[in-house]
């Protein structure tokens, strides 16, 4: 059986099976991304309608750069099994919150340096909403 309390804010897991990335905390919304079993992401916040769902940001590489993503997942399906599992300190490396703020900088400024506008005005509010979330909170 899972406990809920198991998932907090900031920690790292990973998909264990094929889940949907949606834009908002109900299952009706639109999906943002496919993530794939092994997907690494970070928890930003758990569902305040669905204790079972929470909205969470993973990496995603286009060309050089590393643009982050967000959305919501599910955790725990009905019947209580865990979609998700801790990841490994041992196995993958864990990424604390201040090598992900370190990526995502770098990230930004690979962009900026390439003049990519898309990525801070174009369909990234992911970004801008990650970066007010992480040091303007």
Known sequence: MTELSEFVVGGRYEVKCHAMLRTGEGLETEIVEQLAPGTSFTILELGSNDRRRAKVVIEIKSGHVTVPCSGWLTMVTAGNEALIEKKSDLEHGSQSPGKLASS??????????????????????????????????
Request: no cysteine; hydrophobic share 40%.
């Open 104 to 137: 995502m900088i770098k990230s930004l400024l690979e962009a900026a340096r390439d003049g990519n506008l898309d990525f801070f005005f174009g369909n990234n509010s992911d970004a801008r909403q990650y970066l007010s979330t992480t040091f303007f909170n």
